[in-house]
């Protein structure tokens, strides 16, 4: 009789469609596959007996009768003794303690929660007992119900004495003899590791979706791109060199770091260069050229993992990845906007979908470039959607650009999570930024975690980088009445548009970069009347999250054709434009806000370095607005950086950044201490746990890149002149509704719901009487196309302005 471990539904009558074996076999040789043999954990550890028995046993519990019947049955099943994790978590705990208490224990947890998020253990223990009658009557029960395993086997050696059960005191004491008083970051690591290699064989196998094998690629593929070539530099000083000598200069100096002799002993590298200066193509010809090292004396391929903070800048990186390698490699986007399907097509039947969606989510490609969400909170995680791709990290060589948009609170505990990343699991990484944050210097400050080896260690890239920073002058920034006094006063809408009139001509473009979005609005609207009143014909745009993500991305395209044809626009923006967007203007003003930062607003002025444009301004003005969106810290030593300052050149910016940064950096300027806590959260193994309360030491759960906004709710905004807002909004009706199965959503219509989404404040719900209906189950708003213009304004996006109309939610 074949048992089975999943079935499917054919005429209405569900019958087994894999059987148990075929599939135990197939998440084995799956994780065999994907495992990789250059990890560096300490020897105690038997990983490929643990790896061997969770694959062979982690759904060991499917072969009862209860689970069988489950399968054809599930309407009449019994919810709890159907349940198989427990009855295979006991059986690799009993095997494994031939080897060590500790590796049995790991073994029991990673089959236990394997459909699971991790969690604090001793929530899967039950520790005072309340549940081990219950758990011992299952246990009975189930063993009773075992159907014949003998096919097993053959493959694992398990007989009667491994079919007891467990008291959970047993489990209890083990953990905390191991997990708790003798708490180690490696056992994340390890953990993580595993638990991810089961789960993403697991799912993978039951999806029946492939394994990507990677391909080697040609080294010279920047070299041999059109309008690239072989960097090569004339032969006169440094300072005399324009912008494409000093891109073929930078790009020449990284990329002969790969024929050093002893490269691939360096495990981190950095690279800190001036915006503009082609750092992104810069590290892919690095990185390509390491991956052919990697291939030609470790024997393997290596993944290429692309991490950036924001969208439009990911989906920039893919664009030009795609035309440099795409012939070669399979290049995969792993963000909110991302096409799943790509070139291939969605099948009406949905066929296809689970095992794109599958593929996508555990990254089966050569290339991902990703979110720093995506990487980070997999990196420091317990969701198992998340942790499917964590043994990707492992062998892999990872860029991390624009770090210094990271939370400064949380650097010691990314640079850990990094170095131990690189010490256990062999990863390579390139941290690149203009403005390079010391990560792994409060790693050690504040973590008291010292390099064991100079293998890990910061590995400079461009140790020249102080003499290419002097080498432009490009721009300037100007404080204009900026105070270290507490008190200074600060500028007003009215009289920014005077200042704005005193150094502004109609002949420059300029930015403008203000730090609240109602500011924004307001100065977009006094430029748009200067401008007009003046009779000046300079076209005036405006980008900031109060507009939607397909409007923005239109916009920055505008933008850049305004400029390329000399219309000379002006932009009214908020930080949205502050890191990778490859705009170039003439000048710019920016309210007060982080050193780093201004100098992110500067990458935007003169990009190209123009010489009839050296020493294009940023004027810095306070509007009074940086201590509520940064903090008391930044714009105490903000105001310190700039005041008394008439004027700070281009080639003082890294010491006026590295200064600030000090400064804020200090012990007594920033709180640390969630760095601290989630630290040791991951050494305890303190994953998850639900309920806990405030005086409980902090989960691993309570990481985030980006902390939950509670005061703001997401509006759909449907355009009357945009066809897709309305078959968009209708698609996801039908979704809600069950007209359309989700992988027809999700294939065909997400992207553009997602995009038309945007997020404004709570408070307008009752100020705008804005309202949705509770059935929906989705905690989104609607702008009707017939309320448009009442509630969304062409330029400006969301009217933030109290009126009597109410838009009323009725999906």
Request: glycine letters at 4%; hydrophobic letters at 35%.
């Amino acid at each position: 009789m074949s048992v089975f471990s999943h079935s499917k539904q054919i005429n209405g009558s569900k019958i087994g469609s894999k059987q148990l074996i075929e599939h135990a076999k197939g998440v084995h040789n799956k994780a065999v596959f994907g495992y990789y043999n250059q990890l560096s954990f300490s020897d105690k550890y038997s990983i490929m007996d643990i790896l061997k028995n969770i694959c062979w046993l982690h759904d060991f519990g499917k072969y009862t009768k209860y689970f069988q019947d489950y399968l054809i049955y599930p309407e009449k099943a019994d919810n709890l003794l159907k349940s198989h994790s427990n009855l295979g978590a006991v059986v690799t705990y009993n095997l494994m303690q031939s080897i060590s208490q500790e590796i049995a224990l790991i073994g029991y947890y990673l089959i236990k929660l394997h459909h699971s998020n991790l969690r604090d253990f001793e929530l899967t223990i039950d520790p005072v007992g309340y549940r081990e009658k219950i758990e011992l009557e299952k246990f009975k029960l189930q063993i009773k119900a075992l159907q014949d395993y003998s096919e097993l086997l053959e493959f694992i050696k398990i007989d009667d004495s491994h079919l007891n059960f467990r008291s959970t005191s047993d489990f209890y004491r083990c953990f905390k003899n191991y997990f708790r008083k003798d708490a180690k970051i490696e056992r994340y690591f390890l953990i993580n590791y595993l638990f991810s290699l089961l789960i993403e064989s697991d799912k993978i196998d039951a999806s029946d979706s492939k394994i990507y094998i990677r391909k080697t690629s040609n080294p010279n593929a920047v070299d041999e791109r059109k309008g690239f070539g072989k960097p090569d530099c004339p032969n006169k000083h440094l300072s005399e060199f324009d912008q494409k000598d000093l891109r073929n200069y930078v790009r020449k100096r990284v990329v002969e770091k790969t024929e050093i002799t002893d490269i691939l002993f360096y495990r981190i590298f950095t690279l800190a260069a001036p915006t503009g200066i082609g750092k992104t193509m810069t590290a892919l010809d690095f990185v390509l050229k390491l991956k052919n090292k990697i291939v030609l004396r470790e024997k393997r391929v290596p993944q290429i993992i692309y991490a950036l903070p924001f969208i439009n800048i990911i989906e920039q990186a893919l664009r030009e990845y795609e035309l440099t390698v795409s012939n070669d490699l399979k290049i995969l986007g792993h963000y909110q906007y991302a096409d799943i399907f790509g070139d291939d097509k969605f099948e009406e039947n949905g066929s296809n979908y689970n095992q794109k969606k599958m593929e996508w989510d555990t990254w089966q490609c050569d290339i991902v470039i990703t979110s720093f969400v995506q990487l980070f909170e997999t990196l420091i995680g317990y969701k198992n959607k998340l942790l499917k791709k964590f043994h990707h990290l492992a062998g892999s060589i990872i860029i991390l650009d624009e770090v210094q948009t990271l939370s400064i609170e949380k650097l010691p505990l990314i640079g850990a999570s990094l170095h131990f990343l690189s010490k256990f699991l062999d990863a390579r990484i390139i941290i690149m930024t203009a403005t390079q944050p010391k990560i792994f210097e409060l790693m050690e400050r504040e973590l008291s975690i010292t390099p064991e080896t100079d293998s890990l260690k910061p590995f400079d890239l461009l140790p020249e980088s102080n003499q290419i920073f002097e080498c432009f002058n490009r721009t300037k920034i100007i404080p204009i009445n900026i105070s270290t006094e507490s008190n200074c006063s600060t500028i007003d809408n009215e009289n920014f548009i005077g200042t704005f009139q005193k150094y502004w001509t109609e002949s420059k473009s300029c930015l403008i970069v203000l730090n609240k979005v109602q500011r924004s609005i307001d100065i977009f609207d006094l430029i748009q009347e200067f401008i007009s009143s003046n009779l000046f014909e300079n076209p005036i745009f405006y980008l900031s999250t109060n507009i939607t993500p397909i409007e923005r991305e239109k916009r920055i395209a505008d933008i850049k054709s305004s400029i390329r044809k000399g219309n000379k626009p002006i932009l009214i923006a908020t930080q949205v434009v502050e890191a990778g967007v490859d705009l170039d203007f003439d000048m710019g003003f920016r309210d007060l806000g982080p050193i780093d930062s201004i100098v992110q607003v500067a990458g935007r002025i003169n990009r190209e370095n123009d010489p009839d444009r050296f020493g294009s301004p940023l004027y810095i003005l306070n509007f009074g607005d940086c201590r509520q969106i940064y903090g008391s810290v930044t714009d105490s030593k903000a105001r310190g950086a700039l005041s008394n300052r008439e004027m700070i050149e281009e080639k003082d910016y890294k010491y006026l950044v590295e200064s600030y940064f000090e400064a804020v950096s200090e012990t007594n300027q920033t709180d640390f201490s969630f760095s601290r806590d989630i630290f040791k959260a991951m050494k305890e193994l303190r994953y998850d746990k639900p309920e806990k309360s405030k005086n409980e030491p902090k989960c691993i759960s309570d990481f985030k890149i980006i902390e939950d906004s509670n005061n703001g709710m997401s509006v759909y905004v449907e355009d009357p002149n945009d066809s897709i807002s309305e078959l968009a909004r209708k698609s996801f009706q039908d979704l809600l509704h069950q007209k359309i199965s989700k992988e027809e959503f999700d294939s065909l219509h997400k992207r553009n719901f997602n995009q038309r989404i945007i997020s404004v404040p709570n408070y307008f719900e009752t100020s705008l009487e804005l309202r949705k209906e509770p059935q929906l189950g989705e905690n989104i708003y609607w702008i009707r196309a017939e309320d448009f213009n009442y509630y969304y304004n062409e330029n400006t996006g969301f009217i933030r302005k109290p009126g009597n109309k109410s838009v009323i939610v009725s999906f």
